[in-house]
């Protein structure tokens, strides 16, 4: 188990060893090959770890197991701690497992950059860090690999460092990642403070129950969550990350990293437990996030910034799940969404591909008909998205929905704008789908889309598309709560869950789910396909994305702006400045007045020498 | 101590010495007050090696030589820049040279 848990972190991190230092000495296909292998090498670790799992008794299955003291400090003492319990080896399973598929498909999709070594390395790095932050015993380890994500997704949203805009798009990532950094060390310190401890069972042990201290150790996770998973209000990095290569968009900001945060709550579910406000405040961010993002993928005419959007209102789901206490269904959903949309992207990915990086939808129009295969892994994945039977998103999401309406009246809120976001999901699904997959193609698209040697694409990135597509529609089948439900049965012990839906609360959930998400399918068909309804001009206030750029740019760098003015004329200029320049001033008078004595005669000089020697003379016989 | 006391140097190396400052600051030509100085290092060197005789130590001579060499050198540097100075008609008058000031 152990040396399973060990492969599987350390593998990913041996390729980024090897790629860096190899240098030119590998070549770029073989770094692609490499990190692919150790990225499928970690995941068949996993896979060990979790059959090790099976075989042992329910309540046997969490094992941690402390590597070397890693840190001391007075009395505190933190080890480097794997933990292989329920939770983190079906974490390790989504990671590596759509981890290893999107690093082979990289292969095909990054063929012939200049950097691809750069660019494998950093992948491998990633998916070290995201295994750190899942496996970590403690919550120091979590943080570290919280951080180590933070960076490896700077790194990989920056790739294209040439291009301003996503070396601007990297630095917005990194500081508002930063920023949720921060608030989750506070809530570090908080617990040491309290605990002294933070290991996982420790700290669930010991740490208060209710009242402020819980209240804001809660609230500090919170924001590190928040601002990992691009929630409400730290949600508008994640759209300009899409700057990064798409197989990064479908691995870090679609698959892995923004789910941390539904990990973090899931994880650390007895301090939340403890803080109920906080975790009502986690579901209604989550909810408030679904409906945003939804309204805003509406006008989007960016393909890749639509699943984007997406992705944050999926994220707002799983948050929903996990801050109501429906653990199970949130993580059911954290793993289904990781294969549709991953799916998305990389389908999308597929057809920016063939047409040298357009990624325009009004451009790329009707490529669907020169990409069969494409438009049907997309159709397979947008119905997931949508939730339609017998798709994944059908059997994670409804439950998600059903968990809400076990939950009282803030629940049935909650269930209310869930349902209006699934609708909103079914209009913006397959508006993009229908605008950019059917009709004839446009004279762009027709233009400039090449095949790969009559294919789509290269081969390795048709099979690992074609992989995900099969998950996606088979991924669902794992858990059907009214009837079958291994995933929370497997979950039970480490994320018991406090809101379980009835079976008719199930039944009723996805039928209205289904229901309004057809709806909105069918909308979309009407305006977008069929031309039966005009369609609407967009509304300024989705387009411009609910003015949160501006509110920050406002908040903090206007504001801050002003205040160095107002410093700069009233403090440094007159009084730092003015100092200065009158200290030289004098210095520089004084020594004009000096050089008078400097003559050019040197007998002048002589006698000067001469008399001074007679004073200090005078003066040393004086003093004796 | 063989010879005159040592108060005779002393009063010796002293009028020397004056003189040599005397011919640094009064005199114009650069060869004079070149020659000047030289008196004024000799003047020491000679009370160096007074005492050191009076001492019954070495330390004195071995200092006088090494002011020699420096003396020497810096009559090489002098008469090198005298020459030069010969070379372009320029007058010998260190009144008139007088360009390095402030």
């Not at chain 1, 301003?164 to 990532?173: E, G, W, Y």
């Not at chain 1, 949600?235 to 870090?252: F, Y």
């Not at chain 1, 920016?352 to 129009?365: C, F, M, S, T």
């Not at chain 1, 059903?402 to 976001?421: E, N, P, R, S, T």
Request: net charge neutral; hydrophobic share 55%; proline share 3%.
């Amino acid at each position: 188990m152990n040396a399973a848990a060990w492969t599987c972190l350390l593998l990913p991190l041996a390729s980024t060893v090897l790629i860096t230092l190899g240098g030119t000495r590998i070549s770029r296909r073989l770094a692609g090959y490499i990190s692919t292998a150790t990225t499928m090498g970690a995941f068949v670790a996993a896979v060990v770890a979790f059959v090790q799992l099976l075989g042992k008794d329910a309540d046997d299955r969490i094992h941690l197991t402390t590597s070397w003291t890693w840190l001391s400090a007075g009395p505190y003492h933190f080890g480097f701690t794997l933990l292989t319990d329920q939770l983190s080896v079906v974490m390790m399973l989504v990671v590596a497992g759509v981890g290893s598929l999107i690093v082979a498909y990289s292969v095909g999709y990054m063929d012939g950059d200049d950097e691809e070594r750069r660019y494998f390395a950093y992948m491998s790095l990633f998916v070290f860090s995201m295994l750190l932050l899942v496996q970590g015993g403690n919550l120091l380890l979590l943080l570290a690999g919280w951080g180590m994500v933070g960076l490896s997704s700077y790194l990989l949203i920056g790739y294209h460092q040439d291009r301003p805009s996503a070396v601007a798009a990297a630095k917005k990532a990194f500081v508002m990642n930063a920023f949720g950094d921060a608030t989750m060390a506070l809530a570090l310190f908080l617990l040491i403070a309290h605990t002294g401890k933070l290991g996982y069972a420790d700290v669930f042990a010991l740490s208060p129950h209710g009242g402020t201290v819980a209240n804001l150790i809660a609230l500090g996770l919170l924001g590190g969550a928040v601002a990992k998973s691009a929630q409400l209000p730290l949600h508008t990095w994640l759209p300009d990350a899409m700057e990064g290569p798409t197989p990064v968009s479908a691995l870090i900001h679609a698959a892995t990293m923004v789910t941390a945060g539904v990990y973090l709550i899931v994880r650390c579910h007895p301090l939340f437990e403890n803080a109920y406000v906080i975790e009502d405040l986690a579901a209604g961010l989550g909810a408030a996030t679904l409906l945003m993002a939804g309204l805003i993928a509406l006008v989007q005419t960016d393909i890749k910034r639509v699943i984007a959007y997406s992705t944050m209102s999926q994220i707002g789901y799983m948050f929903v799940g996990a801050g109501l206490g429906a653990y199970p269904n949130g993580m059911f959903h954290l793993m289904t969404h990781a294969f549709f949309k991953a799916l998305l992207f990389m389908a999308a990915g597929l057809a920016i591909h063939a047409v040298v990086g357009e990624q325009d939808i009004r451009k790329l129009a009707g490529i669907g008909k020169l990409m069969p295969f494409t438009k049907i892994v997309f159709l397979i994945g947008s119905l997931a998205l949508v939730g339609v039977f017998p798709f994944a998103g059908f059997f994670s999401k409804d439950s998600i929905l059903a968990a809400a309406l076990a939950h009282g009246w803030y629940g049935d809120v909650i269930f209310a704008a869930g349902i209006v976001g699934t609708f909103l999901t079914g209009v913006y699904a397959f508006r993009l789908f229908f605008i950019v997959f059917t009709g004839e193609p446009s004279a762009f698209a027709r233009e400039h889309f090449h095949a790969h040697h009559g294919k789509e694409g290269p081969l390795s990135m048709r099979w690992t598309v074609g992989v995900l597509a099969a998950l996606s529609v088979i991924g669902g089948f794992l858990q059907f709560a009214p009837f079958w439900h291994p995933l929370s049965t497997w979950l039970e012990p480490v994320a018991a869950p406090i809101a379980e839906p009835s079976n008719a609360q199930e039944w009723l959930a996805s039928g209205v789910a289904l229901a309004v998400g057809l709806s909105g399918v069918w909308l979309a068909w009407a305006i977008y396909s069929a031309n039966r309804i005009k369609a609407p001009a967009p509304v300024k206030l989705f387009e411009r994305k609910f003015y949160w750029d501006e509110l920050y740019d406002l908040a903090w760098y206007r504001s801050s702006d002003l205040v160095t003015r107002g410093l700069s004329t009233i403090v440094e200029r007159p009084l730092i400045a003015g100092s200065m320049s009158a200290v030289s001033g004098a210095f520089g008078l004084g020594s004009r007045e000096l050089s008078v004595a400097q003559n050019g005669l040197v007998r002048t000089y002589a006698l000067a020498l001469a008399s001074g020697l007679a004073v200090l003379t005078v003066v040393f016989l004086a003093a004796r | 101590m063989r010879g005159p006391d040592i108060q005779w140097y002393v009063i010796l190396s002293a009028i020397l010495f004056s003189v040599g400052a005397l011919g640094v600051m009064l005199r114009r030509s650069p060869l004079i007050i070149l020659l000047s100085v030289e008196i004024m290092l000799n003047s020491a060197n000679l009370l160096l090696i007074a005492f050191s005789r009076l001492h019954g130590r070495e330390d004195g001579q071995i200092f006088a030589i090494s002011v020699m060499a420096v003396a020497a050198s810096e009559v090489v540097v002098g008469l090198g820049m005298i020459v030069a100075l010969g070379r372009r008609n320029i007058d010998l008058d260190v009144d008139k040279l007088r360009t390095l000031r402030g």
